[in-house]
């Protein structure tokens, strides 16, 4: 399988605990983006990467969240000190990296906040 | 700024032909997106317009208005599996895809 793979597909933690999602992106693209998406709501963009450089951040990433790329491939995405409201699914996207162009979504990690 | 309205949820018949709409405000665009999303799953490519009038993909076609802020999504021959959310998405500024909530599409025999 040559597409976007998330890892966890699930998880479950307490309040409190810290959490770290990892995505592997198509492996020729350059572009890699996180999503957040609650239910009833379109995906909410987070932050993206053009390589290992981390591009732009929204405004809704609280400095609890943090997104890596250390080797322009794989990403990682931690929320330390969850709360309940991170409880959501977190999509991992990718794209070649050239203007506006497609991105192909992976299967996403569902995250439950008890 | 960006500003994306979709009808939250429609319903139409197996066999039929249904129209989903978007309208959208934007300073500056640059092309819009559909994705289709089964419950559960990650979203999926449909289509891209950047010029305005009809894109024709199978049983699938987008229609482009720039200057009226309009986009809609045809589906024809509707399928159960079409059951899905349908999002429209555009580029906005800084930010790669900004998305609409999606309209829920629901196929009944």
């Known amino acids: 399988d040559t597409g976007v793979s998330q890892d966890p597909r699930h998880k479950i933690t307490k309040r409190g605990q810290n959490v770290t999602f990892r995505c592997d992106p198509i492996?020729?693209?350059?572009?890699l983006y996180w999503y957040r998406q609650t239910l009833g709501q379109g995906p909410e963009f987070l932050t993206y990467?053009?390589?290992?450089?981390?591009?732009?951040k929204s405004r809704l990433l609280s400095d609890r969240f943090s997104a890596e790329r250390p080797k322009g491939s794989f990403s990682t995405l931690e929320i330390q000190r969850t709360e309940q409201g991170d409880s959501a699914m977190y999509l991992c996207?990718?794209?070649?990296?050239?203007?506006?162009?497609?991105?192909?979504f992976g299967p996403g990690t569902r995250l439950l906040v008890l | 700024g960006q500003n994306i309205d979709q009808p939250t949820e429609m319903t139409a018949t197996e066999g039929a032909i249904v129209q989903i709409n978007c309208t959208y405000q934007?300073?500056?665009?640059?092309?819009l997106f559909w994705y289709q999303q089964h419950a559960g799953e990650a979203p999926t490519f449909l289509s891209y317009?950047?010029?305005?009038g009809l894109e024709e993909k199978g049983r699938f076609s987008s229609f482009l208005s720039r200057s009226k802020g309009y986009s809609y999504l045809l589906l024809k021959e509707l399928q159960m599996k079409d059951s899905a959310s349908y999002l429209c998405?555009?580029?906005?500024?800084?930010?790669?895809?900004?998305f609409g909530k999606g309209t829920r599409l629901s196929v009944i025999a």
């Open positions: 998405a555009l580029p906005s500024g800084n930010t790669p895809l900004v």
């Open positions: 317009n950047v010029l305005d």
């Open positions: 492996s020729e693209h350059n572009r």
């Open positions: 990467f053009q390589n290992e450089a981390q591009l732009e």
């Open positions: 996207a990718s794209s070649l990296g050239v203007g506006t162009e497609t991105q192909y």
């Open positions: 934007t300073s500056g665009f640059n092309g």
